[in-house]
């Protein structure tokens, strides 16, 4: 059975930084395309980055140059490094991956960036 679950969410700053993991069970995070996406309030779940196979990384636009993907495969956690955090970056964050046909997503750790 495959799992993923987020956590590392919280209330930050403006400027200020979070680290998110995304622990895997059941699947390898190693050798696989795993992403972060998210999802602001009233608006459609967005793509964050992607880490590949072959550990290349791509990161959206909104992010670039704030944000890192990551992995770790002898923890079998993926990351996502957050800085300089803006307003606009509050959401829930969730993980993703695929095996096969199946998409797997975690449950999401909520993110909110406030004054």
């Known amino acids: 059975q495959v799992q993923l679950v987020e956590s590392g969410g919280g209330l930050v700053q403006p400027g200020g930084s979070l680290r998110l993991s995304c622990a895997a069970s059941?699947?390898?995070?190693?050798?696989?395309?795993m992403a972060w996406y998210r999802q602001a309030p009233g608006k459609e779940r967005e793509f964050v980055a992607r880490?590949?196979?072959?550990?290349?990384?791509i990161v959206a636009d909104s992010v670039k140059g704030r944000f890192t993907i990551s992995r770790d495969s002898a923890k079998n956690t993926v990351y996502l490094q957050m800085n300089s955090l803006k307003f606009e970056d509050t959401a829930v964050y969730y993980c993703?991956?695929?095996?096969?046909?199946?998409?797997?997503w975690g449950q999401g750790t909520q993110v909110t960036v406030s004054s």
């Open positions: 880490i590949t196979s072959g550990d290349n990384t």
């Open positions: 993703k991956t695929t095996q096969w046909t199946n998409e797997y």
């Open positions: 059941g699947i390898y995070v190693s050798g696989r395309n």
